[in-house]
């Protein structure tokens, strides 16, 4: 980890009519690092990456991700991140191989590099012999290991996962959680939201969402001396318990 | 480019992987083809006539007599009062009136040229429009047999001729489905190009998939291009199958003008339809929505496109949405083409708004298209 700022937030907000769902909020994110985003369930942690991705424009406030800015530079902004949104968003009446290659194809790779990265890739995944197979046969745990792949094939310098772990099995949430360390080891910095708390101990920092503002923001470590607790799920619950939001 | 090429790759595969989706675009376009014409022909011989004759005429009488021997047509009312004729028509006993003017014999001799009224009832609109073209067929053979009869008493008087106002319809022959089935093509191409194309898009938001493509580097028109190129292909092969296969074998329809002039207009009508379907896609984020906007112009498109009713016997206000309705251009080249043999200097002014069209239509969505919301 260096001191380079990847992500760069100050009071952004977004407003849906009068409803604020991502409040002032105001952050930095280093370089290398993995940065987890924890909320419950509505608290605005998906409106805060699209507006970071590029997605969605912010009612106020400023931010640039990998130095570009986002209401100006959004299209540069693309070309050095990779996403994995919440919902599912691989084809799924593609096969894997045909996936690798239009997603390695749309981000510039060449046909060569697409073919050698996506062998690399289904060697890592233990799916070689799965290359064939149609996406939507593919059990979930697969699926987001393969997402989170296919999100980091063209090297970008950050990946955005939202949720990547929702709904899979604790043996494929530590696989995943390796995949991720992987890549921070390879210096892709990676912002991540889960509402696993327990996943919160995996990462460099934590913020915590609530009702659209970031309460706290710090190492796990230095959260928990902060708040006199001995885990970060009993951080969560001080700092939710005045929560509007209930999903 | 490369980025087209991957997208036009991954659409393909797409669209030939989806069970349900091949029989919709090429399979029932071309039952309906089959079946459409069959179904919207009417009982052409039960076509109820009433004749106004003012002249009472040899001439007069022979026309008359010549339209009840062909068969198609039942003499429901005959009579030399306007107003009587008006009244069978309003009584829904006449789905047309022939007004034949005092001295039609006369002027038709002395001057070469005389008029025949004909009042169409709007009611069964369709079945008297189909009545008018046949009826102008025969007041045409009359005319010639006329001018025969001239001929062999060795007269030099000019050939004489009969103008039958209000029916402009070219159906030479007298089959309705010729002039059914080159419509009811345009417009199944126009589904394939308005509804298949904005759902397709549409499916890409209601499955989250768009997200994936929005984050990515893409050039809006990259996806733009690569969504819209494979309908405007498959476009293609429907319309060829319809009228090189269907058309032509079943019905025996063999286009009288230019097949080549035939598929510039269609190239040129898929990209404003493709358009149009890529306008609805961009207001509209379930496949749901994007089916019920696409239906409500595609419902209008087609009632109000001089398919089924003419659009000579619209009133004003209708005539101006026909004329603003890409569809009514495209069928009117097509049975400008495939009947009468219309030719590049006919149909210039119709290349001329479908270009615009496709102008309006894709700057508009491409106008429309965030990658961003
Ligand atoms: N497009 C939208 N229009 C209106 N409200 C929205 C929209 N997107 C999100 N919201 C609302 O904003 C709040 C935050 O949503 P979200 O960012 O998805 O939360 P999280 O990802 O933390 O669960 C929720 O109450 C949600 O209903
Ligand atoms: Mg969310």
Redesign the interface.
Known sequence: MTNTISIRANGLTKKFGTFVATDHITFEVYAGEIFGFLGANGAGKTTAMRML?????PTSGEASVAGYDVYRE??SI??N?G?M?Q????????TIQ?NI???G????LSYEGIRQKGNQLLADLGLQSKAKALVGDLPLGWKQKLAFSVAVLHDPKIVFLDEPTGGVDPVTRRQFWDLIYQAAARGVTIFVTTHYMDEAEYCDRVSVMVDGRMDALDSPQNLKEQFGVNSIEEVFYRLARGAQRAD | MKTILFLLEKEFKQIFRNKALLPMLFGMPLIQLIVLPLAADYEIKNINIAVVDHDRSAFSSRLTHKIDATGYFRLTGFMDSYREGDRMIALDEADLVLEIPAKFENTLQREGVERLFLAVNAINGTKANVGASYLSRIIGDFSEELNQEKRNKGASAPSSQIIVTSSNWFNPHMNYKFFMVPGILAFLVTMIGGYMSALNIVKEKEIGTIEQINVSPIRKHHFIIGKLVPFWVIGMVVFSIGQLVVSRYIYHIIPVGSLLLLYAYLALYLVAILGFGLLVSTYTDTQQQAMSVAFFFVMIFLLMSGLFTSIDSMPEWAKVIAYLNPVTYFIEVMRGVVLKGSNWVDLQNHFLIMALFAVFFNSWALFNYRKSS
Do not use: H
């Open positions: 991705c590029g997605l969605l424009e959004a299209e693309k070309k991140i996403y949104s919902k599912f968003s691989l084809y799924e009446d593609l045909e290659r239009f997603f194809g749309i981000y510039g």
